[in-house]
């Protein structure tokens, strides 16, 4: 990555990542401390310092479409260590939800596709299908069968593969979870409209507390 | 006898299920008695959190509810890491008054936390309490040497878990050790081992459980302890590929806490599990009768 480079200078990414997640990017001053503890980083394009740059100067090629949020496991070492108190994590789960409401999610990080089945599975039947979830990576990827397969004569061997869905309380579930996309849709929708035009730091208003 | 609320999550249902078994067991013979949420449903995981956070925070709130206002009881036992996080998380949330409106319109009823979450460590450090769990013991470990490994979400953040001290944390230390291991000091107990990344990018996740495993053995462990679904598998099922890799990889048996403390307390093997284990751990839970015999295990 060259650096010094500031490809665009727009406060809307950060605005509408302070509005979903109540963080303040432009606290960051990039001492590096999420970098040095994050276990992906050195498998990654880009470091969570990198990442936070980026969304300091809206520069959503950098941080939304970069491979690294797909490979951060939410592992919190960036937040519990940061001196500023930034939920770094937290900015990478939002551009994660970010990715997916603007349809940008890159088509091969594998991660992202496997979370997207997840979702879709727990929502179907109240408790996660994991079965489901394989199958359905699989034919999605079927290079990945053979790596997948091995562990999954190991599970089955000692009978940790459940062949049906355990149902939890599907109807319960589709009211939550119908209720919640209402909600959270339209507060995203007037967060993204807002944030338009924002210029950069200015943060633009928090609409949460910081949950996550 | 004491009763917690009990939500065992998807895990314990599938890959996980020596863990609600030797749980289950473990708590019976401490007399603690588990009333499992009615209807309970997913926690959200991870994958709630990536694509919708009212949802990842209502759908804990769901359950927190229903403990506090349809079970009436005060505490829940969450033994899997990443449930109990997610809890923490709802719990944490709800302290902010607009997240938790709009909690209360998706679930319909309002939630404003006071539901204590108990992951597995603490419902033996807290709940039932060292000093009460050393007296239950009926075959303890007599020094074997063990390393505790927490991983990411039983202390991070510690804003959400309130874990004391998330770099270093101790308490599963003090548990094993009422049951007669020594747990040993070592550097990755709180690393992260590349959690559901196991499912696509294992290359990473190999290396990450390699420089965890090797730690532990350079410290002298025998066995490493988890309290984590997640952790245990990818420690457990990632060796078979590094020893392809590496000829000389000596395996380390990974095992759940609750089915080391149900050992000690004398917990029949078709509960603890013993032959779920992807490394062979029954010499480790057999141990000191014809355990592993080295002469690091006996320095108690």
Request: net charge positive; proline share 5%.
């Amino acid at each position: 990555m060259e650096t010094g480079v500031a490809r665009t200078l727009s406060g809307a990414l950060a605005a509408r990542i302070r509005a979903g997640s109540g963080v303040n990017v432009y606290a960051c001053y990039q001492c590096k401390k999420c970098t040095t503890g994050c276990p992906v980083a050195p498998f990654a394009d880009v470091n969570p310092a990198q990442i936070m740059r980026a969304v300091q100067l809206g520069d959503e090629a950098r941080s939304l479409d970069s491979r690294f949020i797909w490979l951060c496991t939410g592992c919190e070492t960036c937040t519990t260590r940061c001196p500023m108190g930034i939920d770094v994590a937290s900015v990478m789960e939002e551009l994660r939800i970010l990715a997916r409401l603007d349809d940008r999610v890159r088509k091969d990080m594998p991660f992202a596709g496997i979370l997207d089945l997840n979702y879709r599975s727990f929502r179907r039947w109240g408790r996660l299908y994991e079965l489901e979830l394989v199958v359905r990576d699989l034919v999605r990827r079927p290079k990945a069968v053979p790596d997948t397969a091995k562990l999954g004569m190991r599970m089955l061997s000692r009978g940790k593969v459940r062949w049906l869905p355990a149902t939890g309380s599907p109807r319960q579930m589709q009211r939550i979870s119908q209720a919640a996309d209402r909600i959270e849709g339209q507060e995203r929708a007037e967060a993204k409209a807002a944030a338009a035009g924002t210029p950069p730091g200015a943060g633009g208003a928090s609409t949460r507390g910081g949950a996550s | 006898m004491s009763t917690l609320a009990y939500y065992p999550g998807c895990s314990l249902h599938t890959t996980a299920k020596e863990l609600d078994s030797s749980f289950d067991a473990t708590m019976e013979r401490l007399d603690v008695e588990l009333a499992e949420i009615p209807g309970w449903q997913c926690c959200g995981n991870s994958a709630a959190r990536s694509a919708n956070r009212l949802l990842a925070a209502a759908l804990p709130a769901n359950e927190l509810a229903k403990v506090k206002d349809d079970m009436k009881l005060e505490a829940v036992a969450v033994p899997c890491a990443a449930c109990f996080n997610r809890f923490q998380n709802a719990n944490h949330a709800v302290g902010d008054e607009a997240t938790a409106t709009d909690i209360a319109r998706v679930i319909g009823r309002p939630y404003e936390g006071g539901v204590k979450v108990l992951n597995l460590v603490d419902v033996y450090h807290d709940q039932v309490g060292l000093e009460a769990l050393e007296a239950r013991v009926v075959k303890p470990f007599r020094g074997l040497k063990v390393a505790c490994y927490y991983g990411c979400l039983l202390t991070r953040p510690p804003k959400v878990t309130l874990a004391e001290d998330p770099e270093y944390p101790v308490h599963m230390d003090a548990v094993v050790r009422a049951i007669g291991c020594a747990p040993v000091e070592w550097d990755s107990k709180t690393d992260c081992c590349g959690a559901a990344l196991s499912l696509c990018e294992q290359g990473v996740v190999d290396k990450l459980v390699r420089k965890i495993i090797t730690n532990a053995r350079e410290r002298g462990a025998e066995a490493i302890v988890c309290a984590c679904p997640l952790c245990q598998i990818n420690l457990d099922s990632r060796q078979a590929e590094i020893k392809k890799a590496d000829g000389a990889w000596v395996d380390m048996p990974i095992l759940f806490l609750s089915q080391m403390v149900g050992r000690a307390l004398g917990v029949g093997e078709k509960q603890l599990g013993v032959t779920k284990t992807m490394v062979d751990a029954s010499s480790v839970l057999a141990w000191p009768d014809g355990g592993v015999a080295t002469p690091q295990g006996l320095s108690r």
